[in-house]
């Protein structure tokens, strides 16, 4: 087995989980190209170097434009945060490399559409980390549906939690800053939702959304009491909410915030049909609930599926039946499908097509906050 050079763009929290991924992934699947981890890629030698030693990377480089030209790298994968996806992902497109890209795509639609544009002339295989999609619970929610076992959908529920910046001493880290970040709690994980929308029930036609940012001045990043408190704007949003329709007819609700007290990751959401239910939480992931209105009336009601059978997706893959799986399993899945799409010369869903879609609601959501109303997503750069 030849193998794929792995170069990873980024080391913080993402970088070792992508790390992990490659490390683990041809210890549990069968895949062919295997990665091989090649290089690790940072700014900063020191951290970058220290991220190596740790992470597992037999070699480092501090300028992406070396890494993506490196012939030891076939594969590049960006893990960095969003200000930078654009240029790092078009070095690699026009190095001929296939790339894999945190979510979401871009800080705007122009740029997903330029990053588009640049995937389809390279011709590479593309591919996007919504990786809740590859949860087992998921995947049987979505096979359920396309075997219309719940019917016609009517509605999705979405809610994704976080409570990580509710201090109002907490740091303007990059993710507060419209800038670096694109957008606050709807872009960083209000996307995951609208991708798992996508997924599961289809194309969004418009969207009516609000914003609101609860805590405006925070303490810059490292000023405290001994160099001097300094202070900045917070330039995104901390919670988002909107109402969408379907263009298979659904309706749907979203929420995303960072300010839900005591809730850490709530990815959530339920999808109702006319024939039944599904409900899935990703803090209690290996489970998926659900409803079948066929039930005998004596019996009906919400199951709870352990969804770790060998026939489960994936699952076969890990533990015994009952042997639960964890948030970092979903990144080893995204690499699997990574590299059987390599294998097979297809770009994996999500692609940069799929996030290009996923950006379009983002930002028909910041529209509609703009001028008010209800905004359709723009489409036309597909
Ligand atoms: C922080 O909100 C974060 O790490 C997101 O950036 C991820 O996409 C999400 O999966 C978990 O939370």
């Not at 001929?96 to 559409?113: D, Q, R, S, W």
């Not at 929420?255 to 939480?281: H, L, M, P």
């Not at 004596?298 to 948030?327: C, K, L, M, S």
């Not at 959501?365 to 109303?373: A, D, H």
Request: proline share 4%; hydrophobic share 40%; aromatic share 10%.
């Amino acid at each position: 087995m030849a193998g794929i050079g792995v170069g990873l763009v980024g080391y913080k929290f993402m970088g070792r989980a992508h790390s992990n991924a490659y490390r683990q992934l041809p210890r549990f699947f069968d895949v062919d190209p295997a990665p091989r981890m090649a290089a690790i890629c940072g700014r900063d030698e020191s951290g970058v170097r220290e991220a190596a030693d740790s992470l597992g990377w037999p070699s480092y480089e501090t300028d992406y434009r070396r890494l993506v030209e490196r012939d030891d790298v076939g594969l590049v994968d960006v893990v960095t945060p969003g200000y930078t996806h654009r240029e790092i992902v078009l070095a690699a497109l026009e190095a001929g490399k296939h790339v894999i890209c945190e979510k979401p795509l871009a800080n705007t639609l122009a740029e997903a559409g330029e990053m588009l544009d640049a995937a389809r002339a390279a011709g590479t295989i593309n591919a996007v980390c919504f990786n809740y999609r590859r949860a087992p619970a998921v995947q049987l929610a979505k096979k359920l549906i396309d075997e219309g076992r719940l019917g016609t959908i009517r509605h999705w529920r979405a809610t994704y939690l976080q409570d990580f910046i509710m201090d109002p001493e907490f740091p303007l880290i990059w993710r507060l800053r419209k800038e670096l970040a694109g957008s606050g709690a709807l872009g960083d994980i209000g996307a995951h939702s609208v991708d798992l929308a996508h997924f599961l029930v289809g194309g969004i036609s418009e969207v009516t959304g609000m914003t609101q940012t609860f805590v405006k001045e925070r303490p810059l990043e490292g000023s405290d009491g001994e160099t001097g408190r300094v202070t900045g704007w917070v330039t995104v949003d901390d919670a988002a909410a909107f109402l969408a329709r379907f263009e298979n007819g659904a309706v749907g609700t979203f929420e995303a915030t960072r300010f839900a007290a005591g809730r850490r990751n709530k990815n959530a959401f339920e999808i109702n049909g006319s024939k039944g239910s599904v409900a899935f939480d990703l803090e209690r992931m290996n489970e998926l609930e659900v409803f079948f209105v066929d039930d005998d009336a004596d019996v009906q009601g919400f199951r709870t599926v352990n969804v770790t059978e060998p026939g489960h997706p994936y699952a076969g893959a890990w533990w015994p039946p009952g042997h639960i799986i964890g948030y970092e399993h979903t990144f080893v899945h995204t690499m699997k499908d990574l590299m059987d799409g390599i294998r097979a010369g297809e770009s994996p869903a999500p692609t940069f097509e799929d996030a290009y879609r996923c950006q379009a609601v983002l930002d028909a959501v910041e529209r509609s906050v703009e001028v008010g109303g209800w905004t359709k997503p723009e489409l036309g750069g597909i």
